[in-house]
C-alpha cells in the first residue's frame, strides 16, 4: 500500500473543509499573504480576504460535494486538479492549481470549466 503524498493530503483536507463549510480550517490551509486568482476576474489576497471570500463563495453554493477527481498531478511544490463537484446551484466540472510551501498554499488559481443543472 503506498503512502499518502504531500499533495494528496493537503487535496483531501481541503475537500473536507470545503464540504463541511469549514472556513477556519480551510483558512489555515493558506498561508498569511495567499492569493486566489481566478479566470473571471477573481484575486483574493491576504487571510482577511481568503475569509471573506470563502464565506461568500460557500454561501452562494449553498452546499459543495465532490463527486469525483477527473485528474490529479502532483510535483514537490503543487497540485492541479480537475473535479466534478455537486453544488446547490447545479453539477460543476473545475479545476484548481495550488503552489505550496511547507504544506500550505501560497498561491491558488482556480476556475469553472462548466455548470449544469441537476438532473430532474
Request: hydrophobic share 35%; no cysteine.
Amino acid at each position: 500500500m503506498s503512502e499518502i503524498t504531500p499533495g494528496q493530503k493537503f487535496y483531501k483536507s481541503q475537500i473536507q473543509y470545503l464540504e463541511s463549510n469549514d472556513v477556519e480550517s480551510i483558512l489555515n490551509n493558506y498561508h498569511e499573504d495567499a492569493e486566489l486568482v481566478g479566470l473571471d476576474g477573481l484575486h483574493v489576497k491576504g487571510s482577511d480576504a481568503l475569509r471573506t471570500h470563502f464565506i461568500g463563495y460557500l454561501g452562494h453554493l449553498g452546499s459543495i460535494k465532490v463527486l469525483s477527481t477527473d485528474k490529479f498531478t502532483e510535483t514537490d511544490d503543487s497540485i492541479f486538479f480537475e473535479a466534478t463537484v455537486r453544488t446547490d446551484l447545479g453539477i460543476a466540472e473545475v479545476y484548481d492549481v495550488f503552489l505550496l510551501r511547507d504544506g500550505r498554499a501560497y498561491r491558488h488559481y482556480t476556475g469553472v470549466k462548466s455548470v449544469r443543472p441537476h438532473d430532474k
